[in-house]
């Protein structure tokens, strides 16, 4: 079997009325920025979260009754877990689900939600594929890969149709890379109808197996790592998958997890979007500078999913926060008398700040026992803000050490 425009375009019609299509829209925020007009293709509002819906319920209608009455059975980081176990569920279908043991703990909520029985194993995707393996051979289930399969990437691929009639005069894609199955669908899609249009995969630097293999020419194995873009953290690209890629992606850039995690914070800050990791990897790369020859183009970034736990994005949002200078920390000097603290808090409060923690290390300083160390973490309104804030406070009198 081969993936080509006709098979993507039957998943088209085997996935219409279950999974959305879902919203492209122009971005002058990130456009400005980037010198190029900038749309995103939100697969973080699908069904499930993400985008893996679309290959998944290709793949259970085109399973035969025969299978689907021994039950299916997975593995996955998350988002694949999600969009089998809906699938499944909407076919009467049991499903089994094995995930990491470090996926978020929503979408393993999320996924028992749908109706799946949940096996957690493994540190990464790698790791739990191998546990499916083994469950599969014990149960006799039918196993639905997440990624190299020609029915679940022509569902995938039904996002660069999407893309292509919402958006016909596209000139660059950018798409995130774990496995492949979703950038060799949508690449296949768009150069089969538009063969001119630049087709880019988007890699975390610390595991980019599917770079590594291009450079090499064949797929190559690296060592597991977990990026903050976990659901793109694959050590093996699929083999069927990269067939595709090599003969229809462009290039494959990567990006870093400081890089990821800011992508993640401007897109909940500017765009209202909460994306996951691997859904932010396009922007990423776009506000990073990664790729060349986007002057006047029309760049479509793909955000892939937005199942990331909440504490994560809390983590973020305070990194974000501390890293732009909108967030200061700095410790103060204080004579360890009564009200002190609080007139100090009362001066920041007047200078426009907020104060978000205060904490007293110890009950002497090294100016002595009469002094107290005060440890402050600040919100300002810039970083502006913030070295106005120290040193009105310098010159108040405050010992103040900036951090």
């Not at 595991?207 to 797929?219: C, F, H, M, N």
């Not at 305070?318 to 002190?340: A, Y």
């Not at 978000?356 to 300083?365: E, H, L, M, P, Y």
């Amino acid at each position: 079997m081969e993936l080509n425009l006709n098979k993507i375009k039957e998943a088209q019609s085997n996935i219409k009325g279950v999974a959305r299509r879902t919203p492209l829209f122009y971005t002058s925020t990130y456009s400005d920025r980037c010198g190029c007009s900038v749309y995103l293709k939100c697969e973080n509002k699908q069904k499930t979260g993400a985008f893996k819906l679309r290959g998944a319920y290709n793949k259970l209608v085109n399973m035969s009754e025969e299978d689907k009455a021994k039950g299916v059975i997975a593995s996955s980081a998350g988002n694949h877990a999600q969009g089998v176990a809906y699938a499944a569920t909407a076919f009467g279908v049991k499903s089994t689900i094995v995930m990491p043991v470090t996926a978020p703990m929503s979408k393993v909520a999320a996924t028992k939600g749908y109706g799946a029985e949940v096996v957690q194993a493994g540190q990464v995707y790698d790791e739990c594929y191998a546990k499916a393996v083994e469950l599969q051979k014990e149960t006799g289930a039918t196993f639905l890969h997440p990624f190299n399969d020609i029915d679940v990437m022509a569902g995938q691929g039904t996002i660069g149709l999407e893309i292509i009639e919402d958006l016909p005069n596209v000139d660059v894609v950018m798409v995130p890379i774990g496995g492949g199955g979703l950038i060799a669908g949508i690449a296949t899609a768009l150069k089969s109808i538009k063969p001119d249009v630049r087709v880019i995969g988007v890699q975390p630097e610390i595991i980019a197996s599917t770079k590594a293999s291009l450079e090499k020419g064949e797929v190559v194995t690296l060592p597991g790592a977990k990026s903050l873009a976990d659901g793109i953290s694959v050590s093996t690209p699929g083999a069927d998958c990269f067939k595709y890629i090599q003969k229809y992606v462009d290039e494959v850039v990567t990006v870093t997890e400081d890089e990821i995690a800011l992508a993640m914070f401007n897109l909940m800050e500017r765009s209202k979007l909460v994306a996951e990791g691997a859904g932010a990897t396009p922007l990423a790369a776009l506000l990073a500078g990664k790729v060349t020859g986007l002057e006047g183009k029309n760049v479509v970034a793909l955000i892939s999913g937005g199942n990331v736990d909440i504490a994560t994005s809390a983590k973020i949002i305070e990194r974000e926060l501390i890293m732009l200078h909108r967030r200061i920390r700095f410790s103060v000097e204080l004579p360890d008398k009564v009200g002190q603290l609080g007139t100090l808090i009362s001066d920041i409060s007047k200078l426009g700040g907020n104060v978000v923690t205060a904490r007293q290390d110890a009950n002497w300083s090294e100016k002595g026992l009469e002094y107290a160390t005060v440890n402050f973490e600040v919100s300002a309104e810039s970083p502006e803000h913030g070295k106005h804030m120290v040193e009105e406070l310098k010159g108040k009198g405050y010992l103040v050490t900036a951090k």
